[in-house]
């Protein structure tokens, strides 16, 4: 039986990509059928035309929150989540910890990529040092140096992976290094010092030579994550998540309750202050679903 995947979507119709033939085809879907990038389907032909008939089950999907708090699913079947931050324009405050507490809840690796390092070669050190210490792959990187994504490569073979972060921070450019041809890449605006949006939808590409696949999505300013309730956002971080089975109270929040040991933790030391911090920042935010 021949495999199907999904390249990108539109109101009506999707590129699907046959795994082993390496071609796109145009499909129609139904109203009832709502594909995404990276789903497995079945096909059908309908008088001269493709028809999606079948949305196979995924194993994961990636999501951000709607304008009213909800799940949105954006990809699905993905292996590795690939954070792009660079030196210009800067992360937002908490943008890869948000982006952490999607990985682990979706089920997905994260990976951390620190791009533009041409620019200021230590302009992340703290940060990195604290995501290595955790246990988060990293990488400090910059276009110029391509031998720098050979780590990536390997990290990204026979998997498929999804590139997320601001717009303006490389994605685009790193996605030519990994497929070896050229996108469309954008700027930073001098006015605004944000990057520009390049990608308009999430598409996925066949990377022939590790035999893998990328998922390039928007830039977006801030990631929303959805409704979730404390213990999910702790999940996100997991230092705070192996202490909170020794807190006083199962669902101990660890903002406020007594005997919390998350918050003894983070005065011994053994949680970093920043990474507690956003993790209340994060809490904090869920408020506006209310």
Avoid at 230 to 255: D, R, V, Y
């Amino acid at each position: 039986m021949k495999r199907y995947r999904i390249v990108s979507t539109q109101k009506q119709t999707a590129q699907v990509l046959d795994v082993r033939e390496n071609i796109e085809l145009t499909c129609f879907f139904p109203r009832k059928l709502k594909p995404i990038c990276g789903d497995f389907v079945s096909l059908e032909n309908k008088i001269d035309e493709w028809v999606i008939n079948e949305i196979h089950p995924s194993h994961n999907v990636f999501a951000r929150a709607n304008h009213k708090g909800q799940k949105q699913q954006i990809a699905a079947n993905v292996d590795n989540q690939i954070i792009v931050v660079a030196v210009e324009p800067e992360p937002t405050r908490d943008l890869i910890n948000r982006y952490l507490v999607a990985a682990h809840n979706c089920e997905m690796q994260p990976i951390i990529i620190f791009n533009k390092n041409d620019i200021n070669e230590h302009f992340f050190d703290e940060e990195q040092r604290i995501y290595q210490d955790l246990g988060y792959k990293t990488f400090s990187t910059n276009t110029k140096n391509q031998n720098q994504f050979d780590g990536l490569l390997e990290i990204m073979k026979d998997k498929t992976s999804i590139f997320v972060g601001m717009s303006g921070v490389g994605k685009s450019s790193i996605s030519e290094i990994i497929l070896g041809q050229e996108l469309k890449t954008g700027g930073i605006s001098k006015k605004t010092g944000k990057g520009s949006h390049v990608t308009s939808v999430t598409q996925l590409f066949k990377i022939d030579k590790i035999d893998g696949y990328l998922i390039d999505s928007p830039g977006v300013w801030e990631y929303g994550l959805w409704k979730m309730e404390a213990q999910e956002i702790a999940h996100g971080f997991p230092e705070i998540e192996k202490e909170s089975h020794q807190c006083k109270f199962s669902n101990c929040t660890h903002t406020h309750e007594p005997k919390c040991a998350v918050k003894t933790a983070v005065e011994n030391n053994q949680i970093h202050q920043k990474r507690y911090q956003s993790y209340l920042r994060i809490i904090d935010s869920m408020k506006y679903w209310e």
